[in-house]
């Protein structure tokens, strides 16, 4: 074996498959979560959809103040554009998100490129929907996955996973269970059909009606193939004969009222940190900084510390590598309170006109990421000679010209 591929084979590390391995990782609810195949409750599913949407927008990027990033260029087009063969970036953060608030696991697989053997690189993003995956396994201290990738099975270590859990435990550190509203969500369910049942039970059997002799079965449906006929025909009045006698079906069905179910609803909306306008969209900015807040910004913060843990070696890290999530909080602001904002941004010292155009909606300017700076603070013993005050001299000066002539 040749230099290079000994150091090839020290990169690229053997396939590791875990039949009959032990340690299996137990979650409350089992791996997956909810069963996402099935009648879903639909509030539930339109808050994962929702804060989906908002979270597809966000922008990645890598910073480091320190040094050039010329090297990490290429991920900007990974974490913006094409994270891999089938998705944009919008649609695969979509789909992470949405994994994240249903399921409590998100995952996104990372697909190293090493055919480069002095630098490994990412090549591809791939979103990890929770009922992908087979089984998670301990093996020699470190935690290994299997998961259906594009029709075949892969098994891999955690660290080749960007792993984003909402209701971590101590216990369960992948735990996806939220048990309580599991109660919530079976009250809900049976209200649904029990609501259906009374819609068609009154859409089956309306009328019953008695004739005062016995008939045969031929006689009876014969009579009420007719009857149904006077029934269709009939406008205002129905005319009967006086050996006929009829009764209407009133349905009795029970079902919750629109308070109680109300109430249930609200249940889901606290456990997303949401509330009813957020689903519908008319939700002030006050209410959208509160959701962003609560439920927005700890899934970009949490993969914000993943995506750098798991993308940079310790030594890029050392060196002041970051993978920052931008999101815009002032997204839903109004004009009125972006323009507050805009003018308390001006009385910075230093600043980015391109910042303000972004908060105003304004386009761009050619210079404008470049930071300029305000000459409206100077030091405090300089004011008159900044302003031409005293005949250009400081108050240092005045000072040393009076302890010349004491002299």
């Avoid at 690229?12 to 391995?21: A, E, M, Q």
């Avoid at 609810?29 to 996402?36: E, F, K, L, P, V």
């Avoid at 992908?132 to 029709?151: A, G, S």
């Avoid at 259906?196 to 045969?216: G, L, M, P, T, W």
Wanted: aromatic letters at 10%; a negative charge; charged letters at 25%.
């Amino acid at each position: 074996m040749g230099f290079f591929e000994k150091l090839k084979s020290l990169i690229i590390k053997p396939r590791v498959t875990l039949d009959g391995k032990t340690g299996v990782i137990s979650t409350e609810s089992g791996i997956g979560g909810y069963d996402r195949t099935k009648e879903f409750n639909s509030t539930y599913v339109s808050c994962a959809e929702s804060l989906a949407r908002h979270i597809s927008k966000i922008q990645i990027a890598v910073k480091n103040p320190n040094t050039n990033l010329s090297k990490f260029k290429y991920l900007e087009r990974i974490f913006q554009f094409s994270p891999n063969d089938i998705q944009c970036a919008s649609a695969m953060w979509y789909s992470v998100a949405y994994d994240y608030f249903f399921a409590g696991l998100g995952l996104v697989y990372i697909e190293w490129d090493y055919s480069d053997i002095t630098q490994s690189k990412v090549k591809r993003l791939w979103p990890i929907g929770t009922t992908k995956i087979k089984q998670m396994k301990i093996l020699d201290n470190r935690v290994y996955v299997q998961f259906v990738l594009e029709n075949k099975v892969v098994c891999d270590s955690i660290d080749n996973f960007i792993v984003l859990v909402r209701s971590p435990r101590s216990s369960s550190p992948y735990n996806v269970a939220n048990p309580s509203l599991q109660k919530i969500m079976d009250v809900l369910a049976t209200n649904d059909e029990g609501l259906i049942k009374a819609v068609e039970n009154s859409n089956r059997i309306q009328f019953i009606v008695q004739s005062a002799s016995n008939k045969s079965e031929k006689m009876i449906r014969d009579d009420q193939e007719k009857f149904k006929q006077r029934l269709d025909d009939a406008e205002n009045v129905l005319y009967i004969s006086g050996a006929e006698h009829i009764t209407q079906v009133n349905n009795q069905s029970k079902y919750a009222t629109s308070t109680e179910v109300s109430e249930w609803k609200k249940e889901i909306f606290y456990s997303f940190g949401v509330n009813a306008k957020f689903l519908d969209s008319t939700f002030n900015e006050n209410e959208w900084q509160s959701i962003y807040e609560g439920a927005i910004e700890p899934f970009i913060t949490m993969l914000s510390q993943e995506m750098t843990n798991k993308i940079f070696s310790i030594r890029e890290f050392d060196v002041g590598n970051r993978i920052t999530v931008i999101s815009n909080p002032l997204q839903t602001a109004s004009m009125a309170t972006r323009i507050k904002v805009g003018e308390m941004y001006c009385k910075l010292p230093v600043i980015k006109p391109n910042v303000l155009c972004d908060i105003l909606y304004l386009p761009h300017l050619e210079s404008g990421d470049k930071e300029v700076q305000s000459l409206n603070f100077v030091n405090a013993n300089k004011v008159d000679a900044y302003q031409g005050v005293g005949g250009g001299k400081s108050d240092e000066d005045n000072n040393d010209d009076s302890d010349d002539s004491n002299k």
